[in-house]
Protein backbone atom coordinates (compact mmCIF):
# COMPACT_ATOMS: atom_id res chain seq x y z
CA UNK A 1 0.00 0.00 0.00
CA UNK A 2 2.91 2.20 1.35
CA UNK A 3 4.57 1.57 -2.37
CA UNK A 4 2.04 2.30 -4.27
CA UNK A 5 1.09 5.37 -2.83
CA UNK A 6 4.47 6.49 -2.93
CA UNK A 7 4.38 5.55 -6.69
CA UNK A 8 1.34 7.99 -7.13
CA UNK A 9 2.63 10.42 -5.53
CA UNK A 10 5.75 10.51 -7.54
CA UNK A 11 3.54 10.00 -10.78
CA UNK A 12 2.21 13.41 -9.99
CA UNK A 13 5.46 14.68 -9.00
CA UNK A 14 6.73 13.71 -12.51
CA UNK A 15 4.21 15.47 -14.58
CA UNK A 16 4.05 18.58 -12.81
CA UNK A 17 7.74 19.43 -12.92
CA UNK A 18 7.73 18.43 -16.61
CA UNK A 19 5.26 21.03 -17.42
CA UNK A 20 6.50 23.29 -15.19
CA UNK A 21 10.25 23.12 -16.85
CA UNK A 22 9.20 22.63 -20.32
CA UNK A 23 6.70 25.92 -19.67
CA UNK A 24 9.22 28.03 -18.11
CA UNK A 25 12.85 26.26 -18.83
CA UNK A 26 11.92 24.98 -22.13
CA UNK A 27 13.14 21.29 -20.85
CA UNK A 28 15.01 19.78 -23.51
CA UNK A 29 15.90 15.67 -22.84
CA UNK A 30 18.45 13.55 -24.78
CA UNK A 31 19.07 9.85 -25.22
CA UNK A 32 15.80 8.63 -23.91
CA UNK A 33 16.58 5.43 -26.12
CA UNK A 34 18.72 4.48 -23.22
CA UNK A 35 16.46 4.52 -21.25
CA UNK A 36 14.57 1.06 -23.08
CA UNK A 37 17.92 -0.62 -22.57
CA UNK A 38 18.12 -1.20 -19.01
CA UNK A 39 15.29 -3.89 -18.08
CA UNK A 40 13.49 -4.71 -15.30
CA UNK A 41 16.70 -5.31 -12.94
CA UNK A 42 17.66 -2.21 -9.99
CA UNK A 43 19.81 0.09 -10.82
CA UNK A 44 21.32 3.03 -10.06
CA UNK A 45 20.89 6.69 -11.65
CA UNK A 46 23.54 9.38 -11.34
CA UNK A 47 23.95 13.32 -12.40
CA UNK A 48 25.81 16.40 -11.39
CA UNK A 49 24.49 18.52 -8.92
CA UNK A 50 23.93 22.47 -9.05
CA UNK A 51 20.51 23.09 -7.95
CA UNK A 52 17.30 22.37 -5.36
CA UNK A 53 15.39 21.81 -8.59
CA UNK A 54 17.55 19.07 -9.92
CA UNK A 55 15.13 16.59 -8.53
CA UNK A 56 12.39 18.08 -10.35
CA UNK A 57 14.36 17.64 -13.53
CA UNK A 58 15.21 13.90 -12.47
CA UNK A 59 11.35 13.72 -12.04
CA UNK A 60 10.88 14.54 -15.08
CA UNK A 61 13.47 13.26 -16.98
CA UNK A 62 12.22 10.23 -15.97
CA UNK A 63 8.52 10.85 -17.30
CA UNK A 64 10.05 11.19 -20.77
CA UNK A 65 9.54 7.42 -21.34
CA UNK A 66 6.14 6.82 -20.32
CA UNK A 67 6.28 3.39 -20.63
CA UNK A 68 9.85 3.27 -18.78
CA UNK A 69 8.85 5.26 -16.02
CA UNK A 70 5.42 3.13 -15.46
CA UNK A 71 7.73 0.09 -15.55
CA UNK A 72 10.44 1.22 -13.22
CA UNK A 73 8.58 3.51 -10.41
CA UNK A 74 9.45 4.41 -8.02
CA UNK A 75 12.60 5.73 -8.15
CA UNK A 76 14.36 6.29 -4.99
CA UNK A 77 16.06 9.95 -4.65
CA UNK A 78 19.06 9.85 -2.07
CA UNK A 79 18.48 12.85 0.73
CA UNK A 80 20.65 13.87 3.86
CA UNK A 81 18.86 13.92 6.58
CA UNK A 82 19.55 17.60 7.64
CA UNK A 83 16.15 18.22 5.19
CA UNK A 84 14.26 16.06 7.00
CA UNK A 85 14.62 18.26 9.78
CA UNK A 86 13.98 21.38 8.49
CA UNK A 87 11.19 23.24 9.91
CA UNK A 88 9.50 24.26 7.01
CA UNK A 89 6.48 22.00 7.45
CA UNK A 90 5.71 20.96 3.56
CA UNK A 91 9.40 20.07 2.66
CA UNK A 92 9.35 16.96 5.07
CA UNK A 93 5.62 16.02 3.86
CA UNK A 94 6.95 16.35 0.20
CA UNK A 95 10.10 14.23 1.01
CA UNK A 96 7.91 11.35 2.75
CA UNK A 97 5.60 11.53 -0.15
CA UNK A 98 8.07 11.28 -2.46
CA UNK A 99 9.27 8.43 -0.71
CA UNK A 100 12.88 10.20 -0.66
CA UNK A 101 15.39 8.08 1.12
CA UNK A 102 17.10 8.99 3.95
CA UNK A 103 21.17 9.01 4.64
CA UNK A 104 23.01 10.83 7.40
CA UNK A 105 26.73 11.74 6.63
CA UNK A 106 29.27 8.85 9.01
CA UNK A 107 30.16 10.44 12.52
CA UNK A 108 33.67 8.21 11.87
CA UNK A 109 35.37 7.45 8.62
CA UNK A 110 37.24 4.56 8.07
CA UNK A 111 40.23 4.17 5.17
CA UNK A 112 38.60 0.86 4.05
CA UNK A 113 35.14 2.51 3.64
CA UNK A 114 33.65 -0.15 5.92
CA UNK A 115 31.59 3.30 7.30
CA UNK A 116 29.52 3.02 3.99
CA UNK A 117 27.93 -0.13 5.14
CA UNK A 118 26.07 1.85 7.98
CA UNK A 119 25.65 5.01 5.80
CA UNK A 120 24.05 3.41 2.90
CA UNK A 121 22.44 0.57 4.30
CA UNK A 122 18.75 1.92 3.20
CA UNK A 123 19.66 2.19 -0.61
CA UNK A 124 21.88 -0.94 -0.36
CA UNK A 125 19.21 -2.95 0.74
CA UNK A 126 16.58 -1.30 -2.13
CA UNK A 127 18.87 -2.44 -4.97
CA UNK A 128 19.29 -5.58 -3.69
CA UNK A 129 15.78 -6.21 -3.98
CA UNK A 130 15.31 -4.93 -7.33
CA UNK A 131 14.89 -1.27 -6.47
CA UNK A 132 16.20 1.75 -8.37
CA UNK A 133 18.23 5.06 -6.45
CA UNK A 134 19.32 8.33 -7.78
CA UNK A 135 22.02 9.85 -6.15
CA UNK A 136 24.40 13.10 -6.87
CA UNK A 137 28.02 11.92 -6.22
CA UNK A 138 29.53 15.37 -5.59
CA UNK A 139 26.86 15.24 -2.45
CA UNK A 140 26.19 19.07 -2.66
CA UNK A 141 25.79 21.52 -5.08
CA UNK A 142 29.20 22.50 -6.92
CA UNK A 143 30.24 25.96 -7.96
CA UNK A 144 28.38 27.21 -11.13
CA UNK A 145 29.01 24.36 -12.91
CA UNK A 146 32.53 23.52 -12.40
CA UNK A 147 32.79 19.94 -10.79
CA UNK A 148 32.86 19.63 -7.07
CA UNK A 149 35.13 16.38 -5.69
CA UNK A 150 32.86 13.80 -5.28
CA UNK A 151 31.98 11.00 -3.25
CA UNK A 152 32.40 7.47 -3.26
CA UNK A 153 28.56 6.29 -2.32
CA UNK A 154 27.32 5.70 -6.02
CA UNK A 155 30.56 3.76 -6.80
CA UNK A 156 30.34 1.75 -3.01
CA UNK A 157 26.01 0.86 -4.19
CA UNK A 158 27.62 -0.31 -7.27
CA UNK A 159 30.04 -2.76 -6.09
CA UNK A 160 28.34 -3.89 -3.56
CA UNK A 161 25.19 -4.98 -5.99
CA UNK A 162 26.33 -5.23 -9.34
CA UNK A 163 23.41 -2.40 -10.13
CA UNK A 164 24.25 -0.86 -13.96
CA UNK A 165 25.22 3.27 -13.77
CA UNK A 166 22.97 5.40 -15.93
CA UNK A 167 24.89 8.51 -16.18
CA UNK A 168 23.23 11.59 -16.45
CA UNK A 169 24.06 15.27 -17.06
CA UNK A 170 21.92 18.22 -16.20
CA UNK A 171 23.15 21.55 -17.87
CA UNK A 172 21.79 25.41 -17.12
CA UNK A 173 20.20 24.24 -13.87
CA UNK A 174 22.61 26.46 -11.59
CA UNK A 175 20.79 29.69 -13.33
CA UNK A 176 17.26 28.10 -12.16
CA UNK A 177 16.68 28.91 -8.82
CA UNK A 178 18.89 30.45 -5.74
CA UNK A 179 21.04 28.77 -3.85
CA UNK A 180 20.74 31.52 -0.56
CA UNK A 181 17.24 30.81 -0.91
CA UNK A 182 15.73 27.16 -1.16
CA UNK A 183 13.36 26.98 -3.93
CA UNK A 184 12.92 30.43 -4.70
CA UNK A 185 13.55 30.56 -8.49
CA UNK A 186 15.44 33.52 -10.23
CA UNK A 187 13.24 36.25 -11.97
CA UNK A 188 14.82 35.28 -15.17
CA UNK A 189 13.19 31.83 -14.77
CA UNK A 190 10.17 33.38 -14.24
CA UNK A 191 10.21 35.04 -17.97
CA UNK A 192 11.27 31.36 -19.56
CA UNK A 193 15.25 32.85 -20.20
CA UNK A 194 16.96 30.14 -18.37
CA UNK A 195 17.13 26.86 -20.50
CA UNK A 196 17.43 23.46 -19.07
CA UNK A 197 19.06 20.65 -21.04
CA UNK A 198 19.38 17.19 -20.33
CA UNK A 199 21.66 14.03 -21.71
CA UNK A 200 21.21 10.46 -20.40
CA UNK A 201 23.80 8.55 -21.18
CA UNK A 202 24.50 4.92 -21.99
CA UNK A 203 24.38 2.41 -19.22
CA UNK A 204 27.90 1.37 -17.81
CA UNK A 205 27.38 -2.38 -16.37
CA UNK A 206 31.22 -2.84 -14.86
CA UNK A 207 34.18 -1.65 -14.18
CA UNK A 208 37.13 -4.24 -13.91
CA UNK A 209 39.72 -4.20 -11.28
CA UNK A 210 39.16 -0.54 -10.45
CA UNK A 211 38.62 1.09 -7.23
CA UNK A 212 35.99 2.89 -5.29
CA UNK A 213 37.81 5.98 -6.02
CA UNK A 214 38.91 4.94 -9.96
CA UNK A 215 35.36 4.01 -10.31
CA UNK A 216 33.95 7.24 -8.85
CA UNK A 217 36.40 9.87 -11.13
CA UNK A 218 35.12 7.10 -14.18
CA UNK A 219 31.76 7.90 -13.57
CA UNK A 220 31.99 11.78 -12.78
CA UNK A 221 34.06 11.70 -16.07
CA UNK A 222 31.41 10.01 -18.29
CA UNK A 223 28.69 12.72 -16.56
CA UNK A 224 30.56 15.94 -17.47
CA UNK A 225 31.36 14.59 -21.21
CA UNK A 226 27.95 14.18 -22.20
CA UNK A 227 27.28 16.17 -24.76
CA UNK A 228 24.45 16.88 -27.39
CA UNK A 229 25.54 14.87 -30.71
CA UNK A 230 24.99 17.10 -33.36
CA UNK A 231 22.65 17.00 -36.25
CA UNK A 232 23.14 14.81 -38.85
CA UNK A 233 23.12 17.90 -41.57
CA UNK A 234 25.39 19.43 -39.72
CA UNK A 235 27.82 16.45 -39.57
CA UNK A 236 27.63 16.33 -43.24
CA UNK A 237 28.45 19.96 -43.50
CA UNK A 238 31.75 19.36 -41.55
CA UNK A 239 32.53 16.34 -43.75
CA UNK A 240 31.97 18.33 -47.07
CA UNK A 241 34.06 20.96 -45.73
CA UNK A 242 36.89 18.55 -45.09
CA UNK A 243 36.72 17.26 -47.92
CA UNK A 244 37.05 20.87 -49.98
CA UNK A 245 39.99 21.51 -47.79
CA UNK A 246 41.73 18.45 -48.60
CA UNK A 247 40.91 18.85 -52.15
CA UNK A 248 42.16 22.51 -52.42
CA UNK A 249 45.39 21.06 -50.74
CA UNK A 250 45.83 18.67 -53.29
CA UNK A 251 45.65 21.07 -56.10
Known amino acids: MIKFFIKISQTSYCIFSYFILKIFNSLDVKGQENLKKIGNESFI ?6 SYIDSGISAAVLLTNGSFFRKIAPVKFLVMDKYFSWKIFPIRIFLEAMGAVKISKAKVKYADNKHLN ?3 DLPLGLLRQGGRVWIYPEGGFNNNGTPKKPRVGAAFLHQQTGAPILPVRIIGNDNVMSKAVP ?3 KLSTLFGLNKIKV ?3 KP ?3 FENMSLEEVTDK ?5 YELKEKPALKEVKLRKFARQRSSS ?3 T
Open 248 to 250: ALS
Open 183 to 185: FLP
Open 199 to 201: IIG
Open 118 to 120: SVL
Open 219 to 223: IMNTI
Open 45 to 50: FTSNHN
Open 204 to 206: IYF
